[in-house]
Each structure stands twice: as structure tokens, then as C-alpha cells.
């Protein structure tokens, strides 16, 4: 799995975000490792949650609530896997459908 997305699971599960939320983070472009400065921990009673506190930046920055098409972190590897193997298959195929030619040295 991409080093990149596991660290964005791990915030998915420690934070208790929806995929929407955590999509929203990637596209603002925050650091996962740093969401726990942003988080409350109800020690400080002024600061909203962390996934309201997301939300509403992702509204200033887009001007919308959510985004357009939502895809969960699982989606998106599996989509990555299957890109990734595209090249191969394809190079598999062109490789079975030529005929071989020995004496064309």
C-alpha cells in the first residue's frame, strides 16, 4: 500500500473522519501528521473539531460543502493498483499477438 495513503488511514481512524472530511484535508492540502495541533482535545474550548474545523476551511477555499465526487481511501488505492497493471496487461497482450521471427537478425 502507498506510504502516503496509509498515513492518511491512520488519520481516518484516529480522528474519526468521514471520507468526505478526509478527502477534503487532501485536497486543502493538509498534513496529516500535523492534525493533531488542529484537533481539539477539549482542552481548548474555542477551538471548533477538527472535522467542522475542516469543513469550514474547505468552504472558504472552494465555496462548496463537499466535494464533487467523494472516494474513499480504499477506492483509491484499488484504483492505483489497477492503473499500475494496465501497462503490464497490455505489454502481456502485444507480446502474445506477435508473431516471433527467428531468422530476422
Given amino acids: 500500500m502507498a506510504k502516503d495513503l ?14 468526505a472530511q478526509i478527502q477534503m484535508a487532501r485536497e ?8 493533531g495541533s488542529l484537533a481539539n482535545h477539549r482542552q481548548e474550548p474555542w477551538k471548533a473539531p477538527l472535522p467542522e ?3 469550514e476551511i474547505y468552504f472558504k477555499q472552494f465555496g ?5 465526487n ?7 488505492i484499488k484504483d492505483r ?12 497482450k502485444e507480446m ?8 530476422d537478425r
Fill in 70 to 76: 467523494v472516494r474513499s481511501i480504499e477506492t483509491i
Fill in 96 to 103: 502474445t499477438s506477435q508473431p516471433s521471427v527467428a531468422g
Fill in 6 to 19: 496509509t498515513i492518511w488511514i491512520d488519520a481516518h481512524k484516529r480522528y474519526h473522519m468521514s471520507d
Fill in 81 to 92: 493498483r489497477k492503473k499500475k497493471l494496465l501497462p503490464r496487461e497490455e505489454k502481456s
Fill in 28 to 35: 486543502l492540502g493538509l498534513n496529516p501528521k500535523k492534525l
Fill in 53 to 55: 474545523f475542516i469543513e
Fill in 64 to 68: 462548496k460543502v463537499q466535494p464533487d
